[in-house]
């Protein structure tokens, strides 16, 4: 298998939110990347979204223009899959369908050399499943990463079944080399742990609104305001520690049996699903986004990130 230094070609498949955002991470730390999809619209919107995301990190001079340009100079796109058979590195971040990625990675890991190492960012598909359809499943992990990721520290790397010890560790290491927070994540867990903590907070948030203890606005300012402020510090194991491991036990000796368990989507979220209602990219969701919130929401979103993600760099 290839070592860090080898690493020098990434490929990324699918030009989407995701891959594109990826690119620039690659592309900002020297590497070579292309960008490969399947339609030639997604390539246009990944060139797209690379032109906002330079023009927003421009703006708030997170980048030099030499630097922005360097980054954008890095980054090719085909539609070719000859490209699978160049790559020391490949992340898949395709549509969340495992028939979709399973086919996906049947053709990709056969071009594949096989020395390269290879990788899906899916967000809590089977790992162990999807290495079914790959060529050398020891070279073949989970490379998990957050939206933006260009801009968020986070990496999860989830091992399969037949992952090699030594490819999460390389996986681990090229995390390091793009200047994420990498974490292992054992026994292909659904969700891994980003996911599952999200949810089970999900969950609660969604249970309280359909209760009516709080309107949506009030359960996001909890968040905002409370429990994501000490979250971006510390996590829940060092806020029991400081705490008090006592008081702790003594509330949820009441307060877990509280709590929903509920087993399904619930209401709050399933009936705007069912109306369409899908957040930023349909103009409405739990808020409105009509006349340019959405845009004016994602600028918002990435400038407070780039605070946020500053202060998380430089060990708060
Ligand atoms: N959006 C998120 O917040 C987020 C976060 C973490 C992980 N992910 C995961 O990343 C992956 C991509 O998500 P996204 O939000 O970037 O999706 P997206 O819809 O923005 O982009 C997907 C791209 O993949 C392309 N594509 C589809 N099938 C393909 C194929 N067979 N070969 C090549 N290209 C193909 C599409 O044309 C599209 O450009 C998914 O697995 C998703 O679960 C998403």
Same mark, same amino acid.
Request: some cysteine; overall charge negative; aromatic content about 10%.
């Given at each position: 298998?290839? *070592?860090?230094?080898?690493?020098? *070609? ?10 594109? $955002? ?16 399947? $339609?030639?619209?997604?390539? =246009? ?16 001079? @997170? ?20 490209? !699978?058979? @160049? ?21 990709? $890991? ?12 899916? $967000? ?31 990496? @999860? ?34 969700? !891994? ?10 969950? =609660? ?42 008081? !702790? ?68």
């Amino acid at each position: 298998m290839l *070592k860090l230094p080898d690493i020098k *070609k990434i490929v990324i498949a699918g030009a989407g939110l995701m891959g594109a $955002s990826m690119a620039q991470i690659f592309a900002r730390w020297g590497y070579s990347v292309t960008l490969y999809d399947i $339609s030639a619209e997604g390539i =246009e919107k990944g060139k797209n979204l690379i032109t906002i995301n330079q023009r927003a990190l421009l703006d708030q001079n @997170e980048v030099s223009e030499s630097l922005s340009r360097e980054v954008v100079s890095r980054i090719s796109y085909t539609m070719e899959k000859d490209v !699978f058979g @160049e790559a020391d590195f490949v992340i898949e971040a395709i549509v969340e369908n495992m028939k979709v990625k399973l086919d996906f990675w049947k053709e990709a $890991s056969n071009l594949a050399s096989d020395d390269a190492v290879l990788t899906t960012n899916t $967000s809590g598909l089977s790992i162990t499943e999807m290495a079914a359809a790959v060529r050398k499943p020891e070279r073949f992990c989970g490379m998990h990463w957050v939206n933006p990721p260009h801009i968020v520290p986070l990496v @999860e790397v989830i091992d399969g079944e037949k992952t090699a010890e030594e490819t999460i560790q390389i996986v681990y290491d090229i995390a390091l080399s793009v200047h994420k927070h990498p974490v292992v994540v054992h026994g292909d867990p659904r969700g !891994f742990l980003l996911n599952r903590l999200q949810y089970a907070l999900l969950r =609660e948030a969604l249970y309280i609104v359909e209760k009516g203890y709080a309107s949506v606005k009030d359960v996001d300012d909890v968040m905002k305001y409370g429990l994501g402020m000490r979250y971006a510090c510390i996590g829940p194991f060092e806020t029991v520690d400081l705490g008090g491991l006592d008081t !702790f036990f003594r509330i949820g000796s009441y307060l877990f049996a509280e709590l929903s368990d509920a087993k399904g989507v619930l209401e709050p979220l399933a009936e705007l699903y069912r109306e369409g209602a899908y957040g930023t990219k349909t103009g409405k969701g739990f808020y409105d986004y009509s006349n340019g919130g959405a845009e004016r929401k994602i600028e918002k979103r990435d400038k407070d990130f780039l605070k946020v993600a500053k202060c998380l760099y430089e060990g708060l």
